[in-house]
């Protein structure tokens, strides 16, 4: 049973693939809640590049050795993920009055849908505030540098799964 006090978090996303903004996220959330639980969604409204247990390696990987992040693949309501989870907070990442916009309309449907639950937004760090997984795909589909945009072993994974297409 979780303490009664602590602070739980969900992260939800298809982080297709995860990228340095979508790490620097989960950075900043672990150092404000106790737990972090980064849902990677199966979401069959998507066709993602790579598999759901591809997607959850990548942050795995990214936060080995971190008690507090633990990552999990869900599917359905993020709400009803979040009640399971004993938490009360969901984090969504922005990065632009665009990305307002979409993640507004979800936070006040999640809030209807479930009147304890909040929305928590965090905007990535400044040198990661333009990073997409689409731009992300694109730059690689072309063979532009990976470096600063994704963990080495994503670029690495998605130069493999791209020279097989």
Do not use: C, W
């Not at 693939?17 to 404000?32: E, F, N, S, Y």
């Not at 971190?66 to 938490?87: M, P, R, T």
């Not at 993640?103 to 928590?120: D, P, R, W, Y």
């Not at 470096?147 to 799964?161: H, N, T």
């Amino acid at each position: 049973m979780k303490d009664s006090k602590s602070k739980i978090a969900i992260y939800p996303g298809t982080f297709d693939p995860a990228t340095l903004a979508h790490i620097d996220i989960i950075k900043k959330a672990a150092t404000m809640f106790d737990e972090v639980y980064v849902a990677v969604a199966r979401n069959t409204s998507k066709s993602p590049f790579f598999t759901e247990k591809e997607r959850l390696s990548f942050i795995e990987q990214a936060f080995e050795g971190v008690s507090n992040v633990k990552v999990e693949i869900f599917d359905g309501l993020v709400v009803d993920y979040a009640k399971q989870k004993s938490s009360s907070i969901i984090i969504r990442g922005i990065r632009a009055v665009s990305d307002f916009d979409y993640e507004f309309q979800m936070a006040i449907a999640n809030h209807k849908l479930e009147s304890e639950i909040n929305t928590v937004f965090i905007m990535p760090s400044e040198d990661y505030f333009y990073i997409s997984s689409r731009l992300i795909k694109e730059i690689a589909t072309f063979g532009g540098d990976l470096k600063s945009l994704v963990p080495e072993y994503v670029g690495e994974a998605l130069i493999k799964k791209l020279s097989k297409k």
